[in-house]
């Protein structure tokens, strides 16, 4: 009986060798791989950041898509292409788009950038696959202090500007520690008449959907979110905000990632401190008071 | 013009450029040893206590930044707020911290209702003594078990979310958000109610004492340990004191060390703000004097005392 069951474990094991060696090459997320079954988005994921020691920092991003089946061959295939836009922060500086170099590490794809100054960048990544265009973008302020522009990038390419349609963060003041219960404001730059709404994802899972007007703008107010509460000050989690567009070219995804933290001073309350504070203080001055009633007698 | 005055108008300036400096462009550092809150948006320059405290620019860093550049910058901070404290000693507390201002307005306004005084008995006051000093621990303790312990980071900032100036600062730029209660979890929540509780007392209890909070200062420690290093010295001629006591009658901490001390020249003690009341009110000539290095700025004399306290007003002064 014994026996039974370990040859029926090895043959498993040996279908599930058999099964993993051939999977990358074959399927597309499960699908057989045929040119025609492309995935239905792609998105920037954050990954770790590095604390370089000349002071600047390093921000990882991973290029993504749904059921992380997206390897090198593949990406390659798709013609990935990603640039970023930066621009110095304090004191304001020109904005300035820079191509990125795409690495992979086990076959997964992901970017490095590397910046020595207060900097906001915005990250543009673009592929294709048949007929159908894919977009991901990204905005984060990164706080490097060695006071080097970028050590990691290629030179600046004037006129770089990111193929349309692509979701577009407004810039604003609060964006450089995004948090939840912000408003973010959106536009759907160079989209066609009607995209539809934009569906709000995390870890993959739809968790809404936000509708445009018809010029494309949209605003989104991540809800607050227990978890980030109660975790470290500076705990983040990933919302994607995903667009798709049937276009007479084929269709168009394009994504944005968020980057939120737990809300600062959306918790507050300011009656409650005002009314302790009043309170404690009148109870101060009474208890003076009254001591120096009670040395009177 | 008095000393009173000329003190006056100093910590009035320094109120301006380090509350709303910051709006003009002026920024003194991240490493002034006064109480001018980084809480104040737009404020001229930040309180050292801060920068101890943070993960970037003080302790709470882990070790692998403190062998990085960012380690250097951390002692950059600390080198440029000994400079300064050594530079100006004691002067900074009584002549530019901003939340030192506001106490002396508080007493101005008792003075003005002509509510008395609330005396501190010396043994009270000794007693109270040690809390600065818990105070200095815990905010140098929480950040080193924040960066290796593994402590939450709610923890951040120990001292500045207790500080009585966090929420009261803030409001002289309109900002009222630091005396919210932040419900976000219960680490916050309990910070807040103590920050905005300990507020409250304090500033009833600055109404009532003249300096109350400085009793409780930290910063006051830090200041005094390079004390030996600076070229401010407030000194005392020990042979020519009469032992009248105005300088302890007229001290607004009631420091009793400057009548008392019969044989070293330095008169400097933990708890002096080099108000100089003490010196104006020295009616001996050259017994108490501030200097620079070896030069006098400022000595005690007979006539200085004849012409600004005149004996109708000496009469009302308080006894002991």
Known sequence: MIRLQRDILKILAAFLVLAGALCPGACWCGQPAVDSLCPGYIWIAYGPRIKEKDGSLTQRFYIQAPDGCLNEPRAKKMNLTAFYLSRRARPMGPRLGRPLAIKYNRGAPYLDINTGRFTRIELHVAATCGKQRYRAATVIFMFGKSGKETTNSLPPSPGLRPPQPYIHLRPDRGHYWMQTGQTFRFVYQGGGQNPGAARVMENQRTMGSVALDPQGAFSYIPPHDPRLDRAEPGAFKQTVLLLTEPTPQGMVASTFTLLLHRSRHGHDHLPAGLALFVLVGLGVLWGVLRKRKRSLF | ?320
């Open chain 2, 1 to 320: 013009m008095t000393v009173k005055a000329l003190r006056l108008i100093t910590q009035h300036t320094m109120f301006l450029v380090l509350t709303y400096g910051g709006r003009l462009g002026i920024s003194l550092g991240v490493a002034l040893p006064c109480f001018s809150c980084p809480y104040v948006s737009g404020c001229g320059g930040y309180c050292y206590l801060m920068a101890l405290q943070r993960k970037g620019w003080g302790l709470a860093m882990p070790l692998a930044d403190m062998v990085s550049s960012r380690g250097l910058e951390a002692l950059c901070y600390l080198g440029l707020f000994a400079l300064l404290a050594a530079l100006f000693n004691k002067l900074w507390c009584g002549w530019i911290c901003p939340f030192g201002l506001v106490q002396d307005w508080l007493t101005m306004l008792r003075q003005r209702l002509g509510i008395r005084e609330a005396r501190l008995s010396w043994r009270n006051r000794e007693r109270l003594k040690p809390i600065k000093y818990i105070l200095l621990a815990y905010l140098v303790v929480v950040p080193l078990l924040i960066a290796h312990a593994g402590l939450s980071g709610d923890f951040g900032l120990p001292f500045c979310q207790i500080c009585p100036a966090k929420p009261i600062m803030p409001l002289f730029a309109g900002i009222t958000r630091h005396m919210a209660l932040d419900f976000t979890n219960t680490v916050t929540l309990v910070f807040s109610i103590l920050s905005v509780g300990i507020a409250g007392g304090m500033l009833a209890g600055m109404f009532y004492k003249e300096r109350f909070f400085c009793i409780f200062c930290p910063m006051l420690i830090l200041i005094h340990v390079l004390k030996k290093i600076s070229p401010i010295r407030f000194e005392k001629q020990v042979d020519g004191c009469l032992g009248c006591g105005n300088c302890h009658r007229m001290c607004p901490v009631d420091i009793r060390d400057v009548q008392e001390q019969k044989t070293k020249k330095d008169v400097l003690s933990e708890d002096c703000m080099l108000c100089l009341t003490c010196v104006e009110s020295c009616p001996q000539d050259k017994v108490l004097s501030l200097k620079f290095l070896k030069w006098p700025l400022f000595t005690s004399s007979g006539g200085y005392v004849a012409r600004h306290f005149p004996m109708k007003k000496r009469a009302h002064a308080p006894d002991e």
